[in-house]
Each structure stands twice: as C-alpha cells, then as structure tokens.
C-alpha cells in the first residue's frame, strides 16, 4: 500500500490535483479542505489511500493522516463509498466528523449532500466505538 506521494504540485483544484514525483504525474482526488491546504504549497508530501475496484484504480489524496484515517473508516460503512466520504470530508473537517459521531449529532451528518437519516444513522453506530 502507498503511504504518501511527495513532489511538486502541477495542477491543483477543489476536486484534485496531480503530483509529479520522479517524472510520473499521480492524479489525486482531495477533499476541499485538503485543496484550502495545498493551496499555497508548491511542493508538498500527500498522504494517499489507493483505492482498487474491479475496473478502475484510484488515488484519494489527504493533508495529513487523521483526514485519511477518517476516510478509511467512514468507507468501512456499508452504502458509503468514496464519493461520499469525499464529499463529508469537504462538507465537514475530521474533526468535525469525530464530534458529530461522539455526540450522536444525526442532523450535521445528515446535512452532507447524499446523506439521508438512515445512512446517517448507521454511520453514528458503526463508527462510534472506532472514532472515540
């Protein structure tokens, strides 16, 4: 597994970014937290999670490594795939996600785009042993 990729940011937006390191180009999908972060920086070192389906092979980019443990756990949640832990971690910062998990908080979990009441739930049940 890749722990992180350190290089020089080519190009950079809210939904990603690509890192040359030693001549190859890595595209990198991030949260808009991590995009407020790298912003300023030329050179940078981004932690990766590689994720791998049947078809297809992707790089999700994080700042530091609390922001992709956070991912990895809220990807262990059945019916929340990457898209959507991308999308919390844009909508609310890791530490955000820990408190609304911890206090049981279902409407700011709620209110991340494509998170309904069960989903939200769920995640609050499954995640609670986990976060604290």
């Keep these: 597994m890749y722990d992180y990729i350190k290089g020089t940011i080519e190009e950079l937006s809210p939904a990603e970014m690509v890192v040359e390191c030693s001549g190859i180009g890595y595209r990198i999908a991030i ?7 790298f912003k300023d920086c030329k050179e940078t ?15 999700y980019g994080f700042y530091d490594k609390e ?7 809220l990807i262990g949640v059945s ?27 279902v409407n700011k979990i709620k209110g991340v785009k494509g998170i309904g009441l069960k989903t939200a739930q769920k995640l609050i049940i499954e995640l609670k042993d986990k976060i604290a």
Aim: include cysteine; aromatic fraction near 8%.
């Design 31 to 37: 949260s808009l937290n991590s995009y407020e972060k």
């Design 45 to 59: 070192k981004v932690y990766i999670y590689h994720h791998i389906r049947e078809e297809e092979e992707s790089f």
């Design 67 to 73: 922001e992709r443990r956070i991912f990895s756990l």
């Design 79 to 105: 019916g929340i795939g990457p898209g959507t832990a991308r999308m919390m971690l844009s909508s609310l910062t890791a530490d955000e996600v820990c408190n609304a998990v911890s206090s049981a908080d």
